[in-house]
């Protein structure tokens, strides 16, 4: 007996793909003849800056630089000074044996190691590695049972509930605005700031995102370590195409600042052009249901089952949000004045902590101190951070795409011990891939012997299902509820059944 078979493809997980590569740091600075000389190197950071990532066929292309920033003691004036340079890199990773279609990229890196040394006072030496760690999550187009018929065949059928990827772009923006100092800076030492979205519409076919930068100007208007800061935001409003996007689609936006520039402003010396470079990410999917045949039966015939796994991917949940965090620890010098707070933040990770789940994240705070000496030292704390909520089941069953920016670093003194208070802003998404068992094949074979009762009396127990009671005794479940007055597929409590014969 032949059934009529219905099937349809479904955008099924296929697994994250992950590699690790290394950047090399190797450079020599040289400090211009504007900037003071080198009496002694204070701190070096390397910040990784992904301007583009892209799959083709079996390889992933990174683009971006490292951006290597050295903070120094001037000879003169004890004078905390700046300089930085940017190292372009271009790497090509193979991925070998995966076959569908590629997700959005996600790239975490931090250094290794730094060896940062004055080799005259006119010239620093920099050598060092940055570790890179690359995620790309794949879907494979999975066929599926959506209905059979023929053969007086039963079937049970589940809603299979996946978010469909729409889009994901990663595109840069820029935001320009003339700022204001209350003095006329002599040197400016940071430009650091974090973006917000704060609002996401999809019109025709478009997607509209405004959000704001906030940057934050560190900088000083004397000769020596007084530090002062200035806060402004920078608007930005982006109208990105997204062609055939369906009406029932969600979307999500993060703005991570990758780049700034100061030049001489158009007023008084005390005014300054402040060009920032963003990368926005959006990402856009849609939830899409599919009818799947999980178990059938013949009343009639002896019936072949093949089975299959099919893995969907569903949001488990959508992050926005700061995290405080606190690290103290003594001075090595009590009688140091503290400085400037800066911290490095890594993207968090999903750990397993016994049977909870939760995104953990590395952070260092380097805070700056001028110790007894009239030197200026670099102090620095790693810790540890954790996001408020859990999850249910293995790491393996989630994949998080994350960004992680500081919103705020300050120290203080306290007696022979610092303080620091660091918030770190959070955005991201995080997806829960599930398991199901649906049928991708079924056949009919021999006809089965005739019944030799015509009734049974079946004593079923609460919580078992009509459809599998059925089964047993290859009668259809219609019959079942029809012959007991029932309307649910489910009981809910014991019960004594009449089970007519599959005749």
């Known amino acids: 007996m032949e059934l009529k078979v219905f099937q349809d493809e479904v955008p099924a997980a296929a697994g994250v793909y992950e590699m690790k590569t290394e950047l090399p740091v190797e450079t020599e600075i040289l400090i211009p003849d504007y900037l003071p000389q080198v009496f002694k190197i204070v701190k070096c950071l390397v910040w990784f800056v992904a301007l583009n990532k892209q799959v083709m066929e079996d390889r992933v292309t990174l683009e971006g630089y490292l951006r290597c920033v050295v903070y120094y003691q001037s000879d003169l004036d004890q004078s905390l000074c700046q300089t930085e340079q940017k190292l372009p890199f271009t790497r090509s990773l193979e991925m070998r044996g995966w076959e569908g279609t590629p997700g959005a990229v996600s790239v975490s890196g931090e250094a290794e190691y730094l060896n940062c040394r004055a080799v005259n006072q006119r010239r620093v030496d920099i050598r060092g590695a940055y570790a890179v760690r690359v995620r790309v999550p794949f879907v494979k187009q999975q066929k599926i049972l959506t209905g059979l018929e023929g053969g007086e065949i039963q079937q049970k059928k589940e809603t299979l509930s996946l978010m469909k990827a729409a889009a994901c772009l990663d595109k840069r923006i820029t935001a320009e605005d003339e700022v204001e100092f209350p003095a006329p800076p002599l040197s400016v030492l940071d430009i650091s700031g974090l973006g917000q979205t704060e609002e996401i519409k999809l019109i025709s076919g478009k997607a509209v995102v405004k959000g704001r930068v906030s940057v934050q100007v560190l900088y000083r208007t004397q000769p020596g370590y007084r530090l002062e800061k200035l806060e402004k935001d920078f608007p930005f409003h982006q109208i ?11 979307c999500f936006a993060s703005a991570e600042l990758v780049g700034s520039t100061l030049m001489a402003g158009s007023g008084p010396e005390n005014t300054a052009a402040v060009t920032v470079t963003a990368m926005l990410h959006l990402r856009a999917f849609c939830p899409v249901e ?6 059938a039966y013949s009343t009639r015939f002896e019936t072949q089952l093949e089975e299959q796994t099919v893995q969907s991917e569903e949001l488990a949940d959508t992050l926005d949000q700061d995290v405080e965090c606190q690290v103290s620890g003594a001075l090595p010098d009590e009688n140091a004045e503290i400085l400037e707070c800066f911290a490095v933040p890594s993207v968090p990770e999903l750990i397993q902590d016994g049977q909870r789940l939760e995104l953990h994240g590395r952070a260092t705070a380097h805070i700056f101190c001028m110790n007894s000496l009239g030197e200026i030292d670099c102090y620095d704390k790693t810790f540890e951070y954790t996001l408020p909520g859990t999850y249910t089941g293995s790491a393996a069953d989630y994949r998080a795409e994350c960004w992680c920016a500081v919103r705020a670093a300050q120290a203080e003194k306290k007696g022979k011990e610092v303080q620091a208070q660091i918030t770190l802003a959070v955005t991201g998404l995080v997806w829960r891939r599930q398991s199901r068992q649906v049928l991708s094949g079924a056949a009919c074979g021999e006809a089965l012997p005739e019944p030799t009762v015509a009734l049974r009396i079946y004593y079923a127990k609460k919580g078992e299902e ?28 014991d019960c004594r059944l009449l089970v007519p014969s599959q005749g």
């Open 290 to 295: 599919y009818q799947a045949v999980s178990d």
């Open 466 to 493: 009509i459809f599998e009671i059925a089964k047993r005794y290859h009668v259809a479940p219609q019959a079942v509820l029809e012959g007991n007055g029932l309307e649910e597929s489910r009981l809910e409590e």
């Open 240 to 250: 990105l195409d997204l062609e055939d996007l369906p009406e029932n689609c969600q």
